[in-house]
């Protein structure tokens, strides 16, 4: 959890299914077992509760409540319908985070289609300076998570699930050290 502890950004860039959101839970969990605060948000909620914020002035600053603050994820960065209310709130928030905390971003988008996404390239340009300095981007190329080719158990109804003692247990700290700040293929 390096990463987090010195407020790194980490973006998951993925097709669909390919286990992006998994592993941002994970590493949130481990965040969050590891004695910090975080939260997990749909990218279009948090956009939407942004800009909720700004239309009933219900807050001063960009974030609802302690999101300026904590360890985030934000998964499906990507599947968006956005105002450019939205997306120079996004900016704010992500500007009050800058080397104070960490994000974790999962999206279908590699970082040249985000201009299309938010539609104002000087916004772009200064939110990716921002993001990028110091992350980890992390490219799934892979099979889906979800094997639409394995063929299903026609019995799988009749095996009882397994008793939590048999649940095998996971070394603690098995996670990947990723504080390197270099990107990954």
Known sequence: MDFVRRAHNLVLIGPTGTGKTGIAIGLLRQACLNGYAGRFYNAQTLF??????????????????????????????????????????????????????????????????WYEMFGNKPLVDALLDRLRHQCITIRIDGRRCANPCRRPNPHHHLQPPPHPSRWPSAPRNTLPNLHDGHSTR
């Open 48 to 113: 939407d509760e942004l800009y909720a914020s700004l239309a009933d002035r219900s807050t001063t600053k960009a974030a609802p409540g302690d999101v300026a603050h904590a360890p985030i994820v934000i998964d499906e960065l990507g599947y968006l319908s956005l105002k450019s209310e939205q997306v120079n709130a996004f900016f704010r928030l992500m500007e009050q985070r800058y080397g104070r905390v960490s994000s974790i971003i999962t999206t279908n988008l590699d970082y040249p289609s």
